[in-house]
């Protein structure tokens, strides 16, 4: 009976589960002794002036745990009601509350912390009668006034001049929402042609997306080119401010063989260039060196038989 099997397909199972029910883009603290567990889930960027969730589940891991208070403070928020309170959780039963919080006027941006204090009493089998628990924990914030947009790109260091290569990569906002965001590529060594400008109306913050341009440099290239290839643009804020946003990269630019085929995108090896183009004429050769083998092969099976007869 193939048990291990089954095992890790149900862990597997579990995990999965797991992670696909956080809530994107949010920051998930944990705080646990060997009564109670408390989490915590809250956007991993806020915004001064703007209201958010700090969200609370509460669970009892232990029988008989009763007056069970979570406090938060935190000089840098606004917290409209900053505890509550269970009279009684049963074992392994939860229960959630909401904190709606406001991150005050003339925060700094940056981090900063809160206090997160669970006080509980419980019941042991020797205890004549309940004993008081408090456990406390920090949990930190980004606050951040304006958007900050990181552009990371996967991008090909050698093209065939007049092929289309792509050009993809993501757009990381780590700030406030950002509006309006261009991006387009160029480049001063290369004459490049194909969708090479993009659009997109909002970027909330904390989440990215993605981006592909397709693009080809022109077909009469001449000598091979080492060439800069910028992908840069401008977002805005909430206000209407604009901010640059620019990123490039190298690329080796180059006429393909009369007799090559593959892909130019290979690697530098000191002087010499290595890539996965193989020529038509040594592939040729290939296949005609490997009929000669099957041919030889064949022959020295008809002697072997000849002589045994």
């Known amino acids: 009976?193939?048990?291990?099997?089954?095992?890790?397909?149900?862990?597997?199972?579990?995990?999965?589960?797991?992670?696909?029910?956080?809530?994107?883009?949010?920051?998930?603290?944990?705080?646990?002794?060997?009564?109670?567990?408390?989490?915590?889930?809250?956007?991993?960027?806020?915004?001064?002036g703007k209201q958010f969730v700090l969200s609370s589940v509460v669970k009892a891991t232990a029988d008989q745990v009763s007056n069970?208070?979570?406090?938060?403070?935190?000089?840098?928020?606004?917290?409209?009601?900053?505890?509550?309170?269970?009279d009684k959780l049963a074992k392994d039963s939860t229960l959630g509350n909401?904190?709606?919080?406001?991150?005050?006027?003339?925060?700094?941006?940056?981090?900063?912390?809160a206090n997160v204090e669970v006080d509980y009493f419980v019941k042991g089998f020797f205890d004549s009668q309940p004993v008081r628990h408090t456990v406390?924990?920090?949990?930190?914030?980004?606050?951040?006034?304006?958007?900050?947009?990181?552009?990371?790109?996967?991008?090909?260091?050698?093209?065939?001049?007049?092929?289309?290569?792509?050009?993809?990569?993501?757009?990381?906002?780590?700030?406030?929402?950002?509006?309006?965001?261009?991006?387009?590529?160029?480049?001063?060594?290369?004459?490049?042609?194909?969708?090479?400008s993009l659009a997109i109306t909002d970027l909330d913050a904390g989440k990215s997306t993605d981006f592909e341009f397709v693009v080809q440099t022109q077909k009469n290239l001449g000598d091979p080119v080492h060439a800069t290839v910028h992908v840069n643009g401008t977002y805005y804020d909430d206000s209407g401010k604009s901010y640059p946003i620019d990123n490039s990269f190298n690329v080796f630019a180059r006429q393909r063989?009369?007799?090559?085929?593959?892909?130019?995108?290979?690697?530098?090896?000191g002087q010499f260039f290595i890539a996965p183009v193989v020529g038509v004429g040594t592939i040729v050769s290939s296949v005609i060196g490997f009929m000669v083998f099957l041919w030889h092969y064949r022959n020295k099976k008809k002697k072997r038989r000849t002589k045994k007869s």
Do not use: R
């Open 1 to 48: 009976m193939k048990v291990f099997p089954k095992f890790a397909s149900y862990c597997f199972s579990v995990l999965f589960l797991a992670v696909l029910f956080i809530p994107a883009n949010a920051i998930q603290n944990n705080i646990t002794d060997s009564n109670i567990q408390l989490s915590l889930n809250y956007p991993d960027i806020v915004m001064q």
């Open 136 to 196: 406390t924990q920090t949990t930190q914030f980004l606050a951040a006034s304006k958007p900050f947009l990181l552009l990371n790109l996967q991008t090909p260091s050698d093209v065939f001049s007049g092929e289309p290569f792509s050009i993809k990569g993501a757009i990381v906002n780590q700030g406030s929402g950002a509006h309006n965001i261009q991006l387009s590529v160029f480049s001063s060594e290369l004459q490049l042609e194909g969708k090479k």
């Open 98 to 113: 909401d904190f709606n919080s406001t991150v005050k006027n003339g925060v700094p941006d940056g981090n900063f912390v």
């Open 257 to 269: 063989g009369m007799l090559e085929i593959g892909d130019a995108n290979g690697i530098w090896v």
């Open 68 to 86: 069970i208070t979570v406090t938060i403070t935190c000089p840098e928020l606004q917290i409209e009601h900053n505890s509550f309170h269970l």
